[in-house]
């Protein structure tokens, strides 16, 4: 942190007076009661399909791609699943555990799963790809090739999933694991809505997971940090206000503030609003109307630049010194 301060203090030194400077975080930080395994929850519900065991080749696919040379090399320990469930079940002795772990693998080309399963998705109705998902995906015919859930059957699975994941407690009383579960229509919109998981869910309690634990046991309480919905946003800069409050910014309203600062026109369906309330009302940047722009998409294809179009890429990365 003192040096993150210094490298901070050291931008704010050397800044033109005209320049402003955005400190921005997308998230902020919480503690959690540990992870929810929602495969194994939907598993133990009947709304997924899986069998007993798991292979190298299957779990490999389960990280990243980067990973997977790195891991090619370890050998996978699966922990007997009465064992699983026992840590699982008492958060101590999953601390103690993990912790042993971690000296153990630093030393010994060992991979440790907590997965004891993996799924059939033909007889799977749902599912959660990834712990990056923060989703489910029903598995449809019209949207998979191995779908067995019909457009019709879809409806009511949909009202199902929503209902049981919105009413899903912590097992140690009765607090909801999720803090909001949607639909994807009512978190994302545009041309690309159709690749979104089908429900989307967010907790600051627990993290969700998509492996395969024991199935008795979907949860594995223990206390962890991670990440929070609330991020930061500082700005400090030519006419900025001292010391003032901006309620309800978000991530979406960084790109058209910029852009109106900058004194660029801002695409007319452009998620986001231009926070001029940081500024002192008398500012010229507070004062001068916000610019707008239809947007000029470039269509995908084969399509070949132009001679001149092609010069004028060129003479761009010329101008940022990326070419001579």
């Not at 000296?103 to 997965?115: A, E």
């Amino acid at each position: 942190f003192q040096d993150f301060d210094s490298y901070l203090g050291w931008f704010l030194d050397n800044r033109p007076e005209e320049c402003f400077l955005f400190l921005v975080s997308d998230h902020g930080f919480t503690a959690r009661k540990g992870h929810v395994y929602l495969n194994s929850w939907m598993w133990q519900h009947g709304w997924l399909g899986a069998t007993r065991g798991l292979s190298d080749r299957v779990a490999l696919n389960r990280i990243g791609r980067d990973d997977i040379e790195a891991m090619r090399n370890r050998k996978w320990v699966r922990l007997p699943e009465p064992i699983l469930r026992f840590l699982m079940q008492h958060p101590k002795a999953s601390s103690t555990a993990r912790s042993v772990w971690t000296l153990l693998k630093r030393r010994l080309p060992l991979r440790f799963s907590w997965q004891t399963a993996a799924p059939v998705f033909a007889e799977s109705k749902a599912y959660m790809p990834t712990e990056h998902a923060w989703g489910l995906y029903l598995n449809t015919v019209e949207r998979f090739d191995d779908g067995v859930v019909s457009s019709e059957e879809a409806r009511d699975l949909r009202k199902q999933l929503l209902l049981a994941l919105r009413n899903l407690t912590c097992p140690t009383g009765n607090d909801p694991v999720f803090g909001w579960v949607k639909e994807a229509s009512e978190v994302y919109t545009g041309p690309y809505l159709n690749l979104a998981p089908d429900i989307l869910f967010y907790s600051e309690q627990f993290q969700p997971h998509a492996d395969l634990a024991p199935r008795s046991t979907p949860f594995r309480l223990f206390t962890e940090n991670g990440h929070s919905s609330n991020g930061i946003l500082a700005i400090t800069g030519p006419c900025v206000r001292t010391r003032h409050h901006l309620d309800n910014a978000s991530l979406l309203d960084i790109a058209p503030t910029i852009l109106h600062f900058l004194g660029l026109p801002i695409i007319a369906d452009m998620d986001g609003r231009t926070l001029l309330d940081c500024l002192e009302s008398e500012s010229s940047y507070a004062s001068q109307p916000v610019a707008k722009t239809e947007a000029q998409w470039v269509r995908s294809g084969n399509e070949a630049l132009s001679a001149a179009g092609e010069e004028t890429v060129l003479e761009r990365l010329r101008g940022l010194g990326y070419l001579t």
